[in-house]
């Protein structure tokens, strides 16, 4: 995606449409969590860095993202308990793609910028929990806190076992991914009311 084609452009308005409706007759303050990521997104297409680190980082989080604009597509009512699992998802992928992307030989981004990200949004996303849900919904923060820490220590990934690596991180990813969710829809479900 680093020189757009009229497809690209076409599959994009393909996507993007169904969430127009948002827009009208006020778009909600929550979009933010969508929109910034979709715009950073944008401009590093634009300069034809589509496919650098911080396009990667932002089409990530954008994907993430998703989540509260289809829920309210769905039905759903944005109340604080899912405001905060939308904010923590996206923030927890954030996270997860500054990781690999710091990870990554070819890539200047050093690998302890993810550990940086990560304790910048944690307090907030603690405070917010402690301060307007219950202080159980701190407990998803702990897996990428530790992560985090244990982020600062490490180095890139050797050329030689890159693939390897990486395919051990995918999985590692995914599995915290699905324990992440399976967390905040537990906490949703238990303390959201």
């Known amino acids: 995606m ?3 084609r009229l497809t690209d452009y076409s599959l994009f308005t393909v996507n993007v449409v169904p969430y127009a409706y948002l827009l009208y007759p006020r778009p909600p303050a929550w979009l933010t969590i969508s929109v910034a990521p979709l715009v950073l997104f944008m401009l590093e297409v634009a300069k034809g860095r589509g496919r650098g680190a911080l396009a990667n980082v932002a089409g990530t989080a954008l994907i993430a993202s ?14 604080m308990p899912v405001l905060y699992a939308a904010l923590t998802w996206v923030a927890y992928h ?10 990554l030989p070819f890539r200047s981004v050093k ?19 402690i301060t307007h849900l219950n202080w159980y919904f701190t407990i998803p923060l702990t897996e990428p806190s530790i992560r985090a820490i244990h982020a600062l220590g490490e180095g890139k990934i050797d050329r030689n076992e890159l693939r390897v690596r ?28």
Do not use: C, D, N
């Open 111 to 129: 690998p302890w910028l993810s550990s940086v990200l990560w304790f910048m949004v944690m307090p907030p996303l603690a405070a917010l929990a």
């Open 66 to 79: 998703v989540y509260l604009p289809f829920y309210t597509l769905m039905g759903g009512t944005v109340s």
């Open 2 to 4: 680093s020189r757009p």
């Open 166 to 193: 990486i395919k051990r991180i995918g999985f590692g990813s995914l599995a915290e991914s699905l324990a992440l969710v399976a967390t905040l829809l537990a906490l949703i479900a238990l303390y959201g009311h």
């Open 94 to 103: 954030a996270f997860s793609a500054v990781y690999v992307e710091g990870k």
